[in-house]
């Protein structure tokens, strides 16, 4: 009696276990937009402002991961097998999606807030590519607590110079790539030694206020505590449209869509192409998570090309959709546009991931 007392209360605890819910994520396939195609019977990308292409053949498709559970919606411990044993699937920390303190209400508008980012960086980046100038003057969104900044600089000031050297805030169209607004302050000071002082020349409501800060050390080098915000003001107007999907990771799509869409050729050559990467207003092309993941997407909806940045390389590996796609490694929108040419013409070799 007591071995089956013993073995009832072992299965129930073991069948319990398996319905327990987890802090972990299921990253699944999500859905793909071509950024120079509809969505829902709209236009992805809408230019006003310049004279605007549409292209009939080729895509410069944006992928997406589909996320299951989360601190609302925890999933039990059969489910989480099942797609660990996927080979679509990936099981996550729960924490990568949503840091301890952070309610599922904030990291929602997070990701909303840096989808907007990435298209006004994604425009940036393609006038930039296409000589097209622009200004962007460095803001101070706000300043970080106990960080040198915080009580001498104020949010609203205008960052005109660092050590004395004018910050540009218009592209000239000379170097796609150049820094301007934001990204020249943030690299200026980054680039020095941490505890190097720094001077930063400020536009304070029309006065003009010098302060010298000693730098420490952050998580791309130098740092005084300031968050920028450039306001930018564009010659035309750009608008995205790819309904609830969040997250900076379409920002290089973005640019190359803007880029059709404002020439006359189309950039694919018919050709069908999709990728994944985060996107700088001077074009530097980020790493992003969930790549194996959305090749599967990019495949499953006829692509033949990805564009992956370099950084994410080490991630192409894990899937078996690299079989089936031409994998293309980019760094900087100049090299994506490469890339097109490329594929487009015939003509020359694209740069691959490296196992």
């Known amino acids: 009696m007591t071995l089956v007392v013993a073995l009832v209360l072992l299965v129930g ?82 924490e990568l999606l949503f840091p301890a303190g952070r309610s599922p209400e904030e990291v929602s508008e997070r990701q909303s807030v840096q989808m907007n ?20 003057v460095p803001q101070v969104a706000e300043t970080v607590e106990d960080m040198p900044a915080h009580g001498v600089v104020e949010p609203g000031d205008v960052i005109v110079a660092v050590d004395g050297r004018t910050v540009p805030t218009s592209a000239s169209g ?13 690299e200026w000071v980054s680039s020095r030694e941490p505890g190097d002082p720094v001077e930063l020349t400020l536009d304070r409501g029309g006065e003009t206020v010098d302060v010298e800060l000693e730098t420490r050390r952050g998580e791309n080098g130098a740092a005084v505590g300031v968050l920028i915000a450039d306001d930018m003001d564009f010659p035309l107007e750009v608008e995205i449209s790819v309904g609830d999907i969040g997250g900076p990771s379409a920002g290089m799509m973005f640019s190359l869509g803007i880029m059709d869409r404002l ?90 991931c490296q196992e």
Not at 53 to 68: K, P, R
Not at 174 to 186: I, M, T
Not at 295 to 318: I, K, N, T
Request: charged share 20%.
């Open 13 to 94: 605890i073991g069948a319990a276990g398996l319905l327990l819910p987890l802090p972990y994520l299921v990253a699944a396939p999500g859905v793909t937009v071509n950024t120079v195609g509809e969505l829902r019977g709209e236009p992805v990308i809408t230019v006003e402002g310049a004279d605007s292409y549409v292209h009939d053949e080729g895509s410069l498709s944006m992928v997406t991961v589909q996320y299951a559970g989360g601190p609302d919606h925890r999933l039990n411990f059969f489910t989480l097998v099942t797609a660990w044993l996927s080979p679509t699937q990936a099981v996550l920390p729960e």
């Open 117 to 136: 980012d990435s298209q006004t960086d994604a425009t940036a980046a393609a006038l930039s590519q296409l000589d097209i100038d622009y200004d962007a």
């Open 174 to 186: 000379d170097d796609p790539e150049e820094l301007v607004g934001s990204a020249a302050v943030v």
């Open 263 to 352: 020439t006359e050729e189309s950039l694919t050559g018919g050709a069908h192409i999709a990728g994944s990467g985060t996107i700088t207003s001077a074009g530097q092309v980020g790493g992003i998570s969930g790549i194996p993941q959305k090749m599967v997407s990019a495949r499953r909806d006829g692509a033949e090309y990805f564009l992956v940045a370099a950084e994410s390389c080490s991630q192409v590996f894990q899937s078996d959709a690299y079989e089936d796609l031409e994998v293309v490694r980019v760094e900087t929108l100049t090299d994506a546009v490469g890339a097109l040419e490329t594929i487009r013409t015939g003509e020359g070799e694209l740069p691959r």
